[in-house]
């Protein structure tokens, strides 16, 4: 029997997902390789080996083999930077960039000696995590590398194989909005397109799962020949309950999302649920909240008009609420375009500015920069938020145009017919 | 379109979940109900679920007399008709264990369309009482589940009426059937064909699963639960297993990789040179890189073998479900079946029979064939298209 090294069966792609080490960066591809599953494709997940767990849960078959920076010491060290260079908006000096612990002084922590050991670590790991994209690559070949912005590895991984390379965006923020302290994809620091003699390219495609009002790629040029418009389908990690919060009875409801990135990486003081809770309850709004346990814990006493519901999936806790409030994060906010719920954003920095603005100037929700958001400047921009139709009625737009995208089933056909066609091969 | 999917046990679900994700891809939702084996596994694909029923596992149920539905009792064997008055009592009193639960969960989370397992009845119980279609997903060769459906309808007729269904359970909308129509057993009612995917779970891959390999031929060792079950009851590998291992050792140019949970690797004992035991690697991820599959007639492993046209060694144990298996695998062409007892104890005659495995070109033929017509059947995509057409 001499095909059974070959593919799985006849007609059926070979793709490979490359992911960086942020779950809500990836998280929005699992349903396109769900879909590619479906179809009968073989799915690669190439990832940091602290994903692995991640992936497998998905139900997705993982390949830690990469080897990335922890994403919350990558961005606690920006803070610290930005806070050395008087760009700190904060009372209280930025968490510490390894620990993240609260900092009384910038001069507790030695930033250039710690730069400075870290950095033949740094290049040994962008080697190591380099050099093994490209082996797998050229092991496995895949007929079509499906990748999140931040990972390096899947651009590489698609020259290397000779194929194309599709960048899906976890949200509204994209290639255009690089600069002024925003990276999205992770520096070349081995050198790893030249070692390997591999032209370094800008993505072959983008997969956008964003509604035209918001989207980063319908704003302006585009980085990549072939824009791919998907619809959103969320997927926030397996559920631990299915069926959502429950009956919330009576009242008028918000839906608060914090996640643990705030918290961790701009510190307690941007932890504004407590002032989100109360600003509700001033407003007679009832508010249910999903937090991370550790926010929760440090919130201490809320309002009693606050539910905290645990193990709920944020697509399952929105239905119901008359609007969203949370920090900004891609996975939150394109849960609540998707239910059409409207959103007050209070970003603290990241990509979540470039997200929050975006949606704010499609008229689907507010912003508030997370430094000033008082209880009181928060009341306001609820009661404003919720006495303006036009807020609902944008939210609404944004989710009726997210259902007419293309489902992950349908760019699932496209990204296999390019590949059966022979399309998918760029040189 | 809002979908709850129920299914008997794990390896009746595993079929089910490459459409779960069609339709999730689709943008539909959908939330796996069932007890905790049910659950684990649909957690691990990572879609939501919904506990119903009472505590323990899926698996306990199997020995708790009273509660046990053993799908092998309803098929027919030497002629005999099966009790059938035995098996509706004991669907009836197993379905009354979880029904309410099920029926408060979709009052909770009202599904606009059930999707089953032929056998978990409770789903067409809770389709007939809410007024919604129920589509019948078969889990590949079988050939006892159409006779079953008016069995189980009358068996749940009361139970169905006294929860609010004036009609009693749901009769299925629509089958859906994986198995390709030449393999499956014209026993059953012709099903709507759908295109088997395989998903046996995920893992991280051995490096060696990617790489090249040594020359000669490689063979899956695949015994499924039975085979972990039984390694894990007796503390050591059943006899047969024994002699599959040896025989696999006989044979000049043959390797094999035997999967087993690392958990049981202690119980193995010394194993020939030319076996390889993995960890648990479903069988869809190691039978690419094999050129044959050998198993105790699990219907999974079957459909697995069929949609990558690998040829069969089906060494088929005696529950009525595996022998019924391995007759449709020989019948199709693609496998060769050692169901004698007596030839499974003798691992010269196991071996004679992997020989044969080997060398007739004719059933790689044939389980290639078989692979493209299941390649060629309408696509999970479609499946899901029609099953929102149903709840439509």
Not at chain 2, 38 to 61: D, M
Not at chain 2, 85 to 104: C, F, K, M, P, Q
Not at chain 2, 262 to 280: F, I, N, S, Y
Not at chain 2, 319 to 331: R, Y
Request: hydrophobic share 50%.
């Amino acid at each position: 029997v001499t095909g059974a090294r070959a593919a799985a069966a006849p007609g059926y792609p070979r793709v490979l997902f490359a992911v960086s080490n942020w779950t809500s960066h990836y998280f929005p591809l699992v349903p396109l390789a769900w879909a590619l599953q479906a179809r009968g494709a073989s799915v690669r997940v190439l990832c940091p080996a602290g994903q692995a767990g991640n992936v497998a849960a998905a139900g997705l078959v993982a390949l830690p083999r990469l080897m990335a920076r922890d994403v919350l010491v990558s961005s606690r060290t920006g803070n610290y930077q930005a806070a050395r260079a008087g760009r700190w908006p904060y009372p209280v000096p930025p968490p510490h960039p390894v620990t993240g612990a609260p900092l009384d002084s910038l001069d507790d922590f030695d930033f250039e000696t710690w730069a400075a050991s870290q950095r033949a670590e740094m290049y040994q790991a962008a080697l190591a995590s380099t050099d093994a994209a490209v082996k797998f690559s050229r092991s496995w070949r895949p007929d079509v590398v499906v990748h999140d912005p931040q990972c390096l590895e899947g651009p590489l991984a698609a020259r290397a194989a000779g194929v194309a390379a599709y960048a899906h965006l976890w949200g509204p923020v994209g290639f255009g909005d690089v600069g002024a302290g925003l990276v999205l994809t992770q520096p070349d620091f081995s050198g790893a397109f030249a070692r390997h003699a591999l032209e370094r390219p800008q993505p072959d495609g983008i997969i956008d799962p964003c509604p035209a009002d918001v989207s980063p790629v319908a704003a302006g040029p585009s980085a990549a020949d072939v824009v791919l418009a998907e619809r959103y389908v969320p997927y926030h990690g397996a559920a631990l309950r299915g069926t959502g919060p429950g009956d919330l009875g009576s009242g008028r409801w918000i839906c608060v999302v914090w996640g643990h990135t705030a918290t961790a990486t701009f510190g307690r003081v941007t932890l504004a649920v407590p002032r989100i809770a109360k600003a509700a309850d001033e407003l007679g709004l009832r508010t249910l909240l999903l937090a991370a346990p550790d926010d929760l814990a440090a919130c201490g006493a809320l309002p009693a008009s606050v539910r905290t519901v645990t193990g709920v999936p944020l697509r399952l806790a929105l239905p119901g609420c008359v609007a969203a409030v949370h920090y900004g994060g891609a996975g939150s906010v394109m849960a609540a375009l998707s239910a059409g719920v409207p959103q007050l954003a209070l970003p603290c920095g990241l990509d979540q500015d470039v997200i929050a603005r975006r949606v704010a100037d499609a008229g689907a929700g507010m912003l508030i920069p997370n430094h000033l958001a008082s209880t009181a400047a928060i009341g306001a921009a609820l009661d404003r938020l919720l006495g303006n139709a036009g807020h609902a009625a944008a939210a609404a737009r944004q989710s009726a145009q997210m259902g007419a995208r293309p489902t992950p089933a349908a760019v699932a056909k496209v990204l296999a017919a390019g590949r059966l066609a022979g399309t998918g091969r760029v040189r | 379109m809002r979908v709850i999917i129920n299914a008997l046990v794990s390896s009746h679900l595993m079929p089910m979940v490459p459409l779960t994700w069609a339709l999730r891809a689709a943008g539909h939702e959908v939330l796996v109900a069932g007890q905790a084996d049910v659950i684990a596994t649909a957690h691990a694909a990572g879609l939501a679920t919904a506990a119903i029923g009472p505590p323990g596992s899926g698996v306990a149920q199997w020995s708790r007399p009273g509660l046990v539905t053993r799908p092998q009792l309803a098929i027919a064997q030497d002629g005999q008709e099966p009790p059938w008055e035995e098996i509706g009592a004991r669907w009836e009193r197993r379905v009354a264990t979880y029904l309410d639960d099920y029926l408060d969960l979709a009052r909770r989370w009202p599904p606009d369309l059930v999707l089953t397992d032929p056998l978990e009845f409770g789903g067409q119980v809770v389709a007939g009482v809410l007024g919604i279609p129920v589509a019948v997903h078969r889990w590949g060769p079988d050939s006892f589940t159409s006779t079953v459906q008016g069995h189980a309808a009358r068996a749940l007729r009361d139970l169905a009426v006294r929860a609010g269904a004036a009609y009693g359970m749901a009769a299925p909308a629509l089958t859906l059937d994986p198995c390709p129509p030449s393999v499956q057993s014209p026993k059953l009612a012709p099903g709507q064909a759908v295109r088997f995917v395989p998903y046996n779970g995920t893992a991280e891959l051995p490096g060696w699963l990617h790489g090249g390999r040594p020359g000669g031929r490689r063979a899956a060792i695949c015994l499924g639960v039975w085979g972990t079950q039984t390694l894990v009851q007796e503390g050591r590998l059943p006899a047969v297993v024994r002699n599959i291992i040896e025989a696999v050792a006989a044979v000049p140019g043959l390797t094999a990789v035997f999967a087993v949970p690392a958990a049981h690797h202690d119980l193995l004992g010394p194993l020939p040179g030319g076996v390889t035991v993995a960890g648990e690697l479903p069988v869809g991820l190691l039978l690419a890189s094999c050129d044959l599959v050998i198993h105790h007639g699990g219907t999974g492993t079957a459909m697995t073998a069929l949609a990558h046209g690998r040829p069969q060694l089906v060494v088929a144990q005696p529950s009525p479900v595996n022998l019924a298996c391995a007759e449709l695998m020989a019948a199709c062409g693609a496998a060769v079946t050692v169901a004698d007892p007596g030839d499974q104890a003798d691992p010269a005659v196991l071996a004679k029979a992997l020989e044969r495995t080997l060398a007739d070109d004719g059933l790689a033929r044939a389980a290639g064939r078989v692979a493209e017509e299941i390649a060629a059947q309408p696509s999970l995509a479609q499946a899901a298209g029609q099953l929102a057409d149903l709840a439509a």
